[in-house]
């Protein structure tokens, strides 16, 4: 069995709560507050800052040429492809450029980001990428879940946001990472498997944290 289809099964019963947390279910279904989406945007900006700094840190640990290059692409594509997406979003509520720089993280972004940037920069190269899939596994499989409900992606908010993840160029990037995970993984030794499980397991929740601190608007304790 592959490594992927391991962890797919193992976590099944947390992907379906993430599917269906409130903030989840409020994009697909049109009724999510905009100021949740609105707050969610602007810690999301925050969290690619650092995720792009993880796919730089997957081409230092890059083992072939063309793995190295992958990694170049995709931290271009998340600097200049999918934050273009939140730029836009930017003036469709109002954020302003300012908004966007002189904002900070909340606790969820911090520990999020900072947990990743710690197994990219301490791990070897599947640690690295056990600790971003989650990231692109999941918005894929919830983009194409939430296109499937009708008329969600015409939706005047929400539409934009699931036409991006639910698009196949995001599905080829999901499943590359996926490869990629299950070649590294091949004929390694069970007790490695589950620290790369653990990894996994651990971004996979703070998935779910994250949708959560959106849907709270969670702040810093001083700053209530
Ligand atoms: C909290 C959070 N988790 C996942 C993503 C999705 N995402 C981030 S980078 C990337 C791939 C390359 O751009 C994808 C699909 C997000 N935006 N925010």
Redesign the pocket.
Known sequence: MKFSERLYDKLQPIWRQNHDHPFVRGIGDGTLEREKFRFFMIQ?YL??ID?AKLFALGAMKADTVETMGKFAG?LN??LN??MSLHRQYAAKFGITEDEFEQAKPAPTTLAYTHYMLHVGQNGTLADLVAAVLP??W???EIGKELSQIPGASDHEFYGEWIKM?SSSE?GE?AEWCIDLLDQLTENKPEAELVKLEEIFLNTTRF?YM?WEMSYRLEMWPTDE
């Open positions: 999301d969290y690619l995720y995709l594509s998340t492809e999918e990231c692109m999941s918005y894929w993840y995001f990037l998935e994250f």
